[in-house]
């Protein structure tokens, strides 16, 4: 059963680089035609998609964190990787990694979702 | 950031039927990009509850249903249970932003 586990260091600074892995077990994340996905959750409030990549290292970001973020992919390690540049504390969230489903283009759903893991910005 | 609007809260008693819009625009539900709807109970990761507009994944019962028509959804509890207080968020795609975009969100609550 394929399984998407998240780490990374949970305080980060203002102004500094939040960085976080996602470990893909259960499976290889070059197989099928899948994508990878970072999504994050401010606490009490609702969801918002970062970013996707496919294995091949072809990315999508979301266009109101472009300027800051990169998602790359280590297929050798089975795990790809979400740095943010130039953090506040509207970065506060609890960050997930999630896989996209199969479909056409546009359709995928966010089918398998990592446990999750929250990151403060604070000095 | 929330491009699809959902009601804040929804609330039924056991054994009801509730149901919970997903209102979007031209450029992601009325574009004909699927819908998808996530579960989430405090303090877990969201679960994928409805895929492509109108399925359920294996192990959802099928008290769950979902429906699409030109720019909303709608997702569909029949026969409310206790297990089913949790935030339900739909998930879609936007062509304007070039994007995955969600709900804001609807909590559930059993009366």
């Known amino acids: 059963q394929l399984q998407l586990q998240e780490s990374g260091p949970g305080l980060v600074k203002p102004s500094e680089t939040l960085c976080l892995t996602c470990?893909?077990?259960?499976?290889?994340?070059?197989?099928?035609?899948?994508?990878w996905a970072w999504i994050r959750q401010p606490p009490g409030k609702g969801l918002e998609w970062i970013g996707s990549?496919?294995?091949?290292?072809?990315?999508y970001y979301n266009p109101s964190l472009k300027s800051r973020v990169t998602i790359s992919v280590d297929t050798s390690k089975n795990h790809f990787s979400l740095k943010l540049r130039s953090v506040t504390a509207a970065d506060t969230a609890i960050y997930y990694c999630?896989?996209?489903?199969?479909?056409?283009?546009?359709?995928?759903?966010?089918?398998?979702w990592g446990q999750g893991t929250m990151v403060t910005v604070s000095s | 950031q929330s491009v699809l609007t959902q009601p804040p809260s929804v609330s039924g008693a056991p054994g009801q039927r509730v149901t919970i819009s997903c209102i979007g625009s031209?450029?992601?539900?009325?574009?004909?990009?699927?819908v998808h709807w996530h579960q989430q109970f405090p303090g877990t990761a969201p679960k994928l509850l409805i895929y492509?507009?109108?399925n359920r994944p294996s192990g959802v019962p099928d008290r769950f249903s979902g429906s699409k028509s030109g720019t909303s959804a709608s997702l569909a509890i029949t026969g409310l249970q206790a297990e089913d207080e949790a935030d339900y968020y739909c998930?879609?795609?936007?062509?304007?932003?070039?994007?995955?975009?969600f709900g804001t969100g609807t909590q559930v609550t059993v009366l």
């Open positions: 999630a896989r996209l489903g199969l479909a056409a283009a546009g359709n995928r759903p966010f089918d398998i």
């Open positions: 470990t893909v077990s259960g499976g290889s994340i070059s197989s099928g035609d899948y994508y």
């Open positions: 990549i496919y294995y091949s290292g072809t990315t």
């Open positions: 031209s450029s992601n539900i009325g574009a004909g990009y699927d």
């Open positions: 492509g507009n109108n």
């Open positions: 998930q879609s795609y936007d062509s304007s932003l070039s994007g995955y975009v």
